[in-house]
């Protein structure tokens, strides 16, 4: 009798701690979530892959542009300081910060030597990824990885905000992170390009396509290992203090959404 009271409060104990935001998931085990330090300010940031190049297999599941519409709406939902979009295409892209109102800078990755024109429908830009802000950005840098597998070049891009903040994404290579692979080539480049930023306010995230993480000394690493779609393969890293990890699922691109929040270092 006393131990079904005790499982009883427990199971009410978890129900009102979660009805209150005070509990995250991971791994499918529920563990009291951290809140920014007070007086720190907070930020937040979205992460996506849309499948929008028109020519991998996922894109029907677009059915473009309700992509277009439900990243908008969940950029809106969220009221993130900073998204980073994978599988992108430039004018998608224009399009979604006219929409929201975010400055934004875009990196064309080459395909078989020339930039990717997306197709189905054509007029949409160019293929590659991207980093959204609420602030204005200052500066913004990317460049491709020395390898790559296949004919689709990889490459990183950070920006920095006008509040002194680095936001960064990539898409790594699919071979696998086997010991000399290109994927895990770039991986060491990435915690490199992370590594530079050392000492400022830092936030990655992007579809790293493997699970081990890329993150340089001194910042954490979040992935959506528990997310419903392509579990495990996009990750985050930074230094926001109490760093939380929502997962949402995604109708209309084959990842689900990652919301990074937590507070800015000092």
Known sequence: MIRFLLMHLRVLLVGCLA?????????????????????????????MNLCLSGYAGCYGKTQYPKILDETVERIQANDVNAVTLNEACSG????????TGYHYRFATVIYNGAPLACKTPSGRGEFGNAVLTK?????????????????????????????????????LSTDGEAPGSA????????????????????????????RTSCASEGLWTLTDATASQAPGIQH?????????????????????????????PK
């Open 19 to 47: 009805a209150a935001g005070l509990l995250s998931f991971s791994g499918g085990a529920a563990v009291a979530a951290t809140r920014p330090p007070a007086g720190r300010p907070p930020y937040s940031l979205l992460q």
């Open 92 to 99: 998608d892209v224009a399009q979604i910060a006219e929409r």
């Open 135 to 171: 602030e204005a950005i200052r500066a913004a840098e990317d460049a491709p990885y020395s390898v790559f597998s296949g004919v689709e070049q990889r490459r990183w891009l950070c920006v920095t905000t006008a509040r002194g903040v680095d936001v960064c994404t990539s898409h």
């Open 183 to 210: 994927n895990s080539t770039q991986c060491a480049e990435l915690v490199q390009v992370l590594a530079s930023r050392a000492g400022r306010p830092v936030v990655f995230a992007g579809d790293v396509n493997r």
């Open 236 to 264: 985050a890293y930074g230094n926001l203090t109490g760093p939380e990890l929502e997962i949402e699922r995604t109708t209309y691109t084959d990842h689900d959404a990652l919301v990074i929040r937590g507070g800015l």
